[in-house]
């Protein structure tokens, strides 16, 4: 039965590879010769066009950044519009009817295709973070810190010898687990089910999407439906759906206790929250568990990049290690450990970790999670309605005019900025957005979790630095270079390090 059962698999698996090759040919051949048309600000340039009939592949080999006008990168699925730096005040406080930045990244991660689409008519989860987790940050933080401290001892070696360790999976494990605990509490936030689906749903509907990126919405009903990675999303959700249906019993029943007189000792989750801020609709079971998984989506994927990013440039810069660490001990010398006084929250602690928040600006300079941020239009007279509209993040922050020597790496840039003027010591922080800086977004569509991903990324790092020592492996000579999917940047998953525990 196991074989057979494996056979099949491998068939469906085979017949699904045949037709997207079969699909992708024939829709090469028909953009080839007929083209499309598609939205774009009127008389924009197609960056690199050579030919009216040139095919799209051969454009997107071309792409570069630097344009001071607007500008369009094709793609096989929609036309990109990227504008200058000099729109961004005018836009970036428009209502959503005019400017809706959810539902740009709901179509961008494959829409109805990839069920992401089940967010759309609520910013609940917006809200959750805006209203909860960033007015109590502290208290999360804290909580954050606790699970680090049960996480670290089984993802981190122990070994005082070198050993090589994918540091990839233990950083999006200890984040899957930090994040769970202030989302959905224990004992789920430990259990290994929801642990490895969180990780895998972020892997599944990236492929999914990355593929139907790859061709006309026209075919998107054929190549979904041949998609392996669209069933196993499909999946993580239904699993997630019974995963939470008796937490969100159970609050249930803790809400009617208390209004009762009765004392109900609770967590104080995220996902309680929503349950009672949210209509009786979102509070249906397979939509808060969609939303709480996209949510995890979001807050793990980009937070263990960012850490993931500086921790290959701490083993490509490792003379920065000294002056990091010598900042984490002075900070213990005065506060103590983190969390071992009321004086020693994460609050305190995490702020005085200057040094570190600006190699973290540095790092995130040079490996942006996105190279463009997208909005799409929905009202507008200069822009046609529908249009997809970004900026160009990653070259605008290395403009020499924005950053001088932008191809050295230089950590302490930030900090260097800081001291330079009183006026200045609170400015240039990690989290904080600028025009000059898109990493996080800007106004209106500003990462709503920035604080909270800041804080995490710091709680790791520092302990990482303090108690580890890492390095490359001794065939990688140098940083691994980026890969890239579209807009999106990320490290190359298949690179390892070397790491042993410091002798105290």
Not at 32 to 59: D, N, Y
Not at 78 to 91: C, G
Not at 413 to 436: C, I, M, N, V, W
Request: charged share 25%; net charge neutral; with cysteine.
């Amino acid at each position: 039965m196991a074989n057979e059962s494996t056979s099949l698999d491998e068939l469906t698996t085979s017949f699904a590879v045949t037709s997207i090759t079969t699909l992708l040919i024939a829709t090469f051949l028909f953009l080839l010769l007929f083209g499309s048309s598609k939205k774009a600000v009127p008389g924009a340039p197609v960056h690199g066009r050579h030919w009216s009939w040139e095919p799209t592949f051969w454009l997107q080999s071309r792409f570069a950044f630097g344009a001071h006008r607007p500008f369009v990168v094709k793609r096989y699925d929609i036309d990109i519009t990227i504008l200058p730096n000099k729109y961004l005040e005018e836009l970036r406080l428009m209502s959503q009817a005019q400017l809706n930045a959810s539902q740009a990244q709901i179509e961008n991660l494959g829409h109805s295709w990839t069920s992401i689409d089940a967010i759309n008519g609520s910013n609940l989860h917006i809200r959750a973070l805006q209203n909860k987790l960033i007015p109590e940050l502290p208290k999360y933080l804290d909580i954050t810190q606790t699970e680090l401290n049960y996480a670290w001892p089984i993802h981190i070696t122990s070994s005082q010898e070198w050993q090589e360790v994918d540091i990839q999976q233990m950083i999006r494990m200890l984040v899957a687990r930090m994040t769970a605990k202030v989302f959905i509490g224990y004992p789920t936030c430990r259990e290994d089910e929801w642990l490895k689906l969180s990780i895998d749903y972020t892997t599944d509907i990236f492929t999914a999407a990355f593929t139907l990126h790859r061709f006309p919405p026209w075919t998107h009903p054929v190549v979904a439906r041949l998609l392996p990675s669209r069933y196993r999303v499909k999946k993580h959700l239904q699993s997630a759906q019974r995963i939470f249906r008796p937490l969100m019993d159970k609050h249930v029943d803790a809400v009617m206790k208390r209004r009762e007189g009765q004392h109900v000792d609770e967590e104080d989750t995220l996902l309680s929250w929503m349950m009672d801020h949210g209509t009786e609709d979102g509070n249906n079971v397979d939509k808060m568990a969609t939303r709480q998984t996209i949510l995890t989506f979001a807050s793990i994927h980009t937070t263990s990049s960012a850490i993931i990013n500086m921790v290959f440039d701490l083993c490509a810069y490792p003379e920065w290690l000294p002056d990091l660490r010598e900042e984490i001990k002075n900070i213990s010398a005065e506060l103590g450990p983190i969390g071992s006084t009321p004086e020693s929250g994460s609050k305190e602690w995490l702020a005085r970790l200057e040094k570190l928040d600006s190699f973290f600006l540095e790092s995130q300079r040079m490996n942006p999670p996105l190279l463009l941020q997208p909005l799409t239009l929905k009202d507008g007279t200069h822009i046609p309605r529908g249009s997809r509209i970004c900026w160009a993040g990653y070259d605008r922050i290395n403009d020499a005019s924005v950053t001088p020597n932008p191809e050295v790496f230089d950590p302490m840039r930030s900090y260097r900025k800081r001291y330079a003027s009183l006026e200045h010591r609170h400015k240039f922080l990690a989290g904080q957005t600028s025009p000059d800086n898109l990493a996080f977004g800007y106004g209106r569509f500003a990462c709503p979790g920035r604080a909270f991903a800041v804080g995490e990324i710091k709680l790791i790092l520092a302990r990482l630095i303090s108690q580890c020592d890492i390095r490359f492996p001794e065939t990688i000579q140098s940083r691994p270079n980026n890969m890239y999917a579209d807009e999106n940047v990320f490290p190359d998953p298949n690179v390892k390090i070397m790491m042993r525990l410091r002798e105290k």
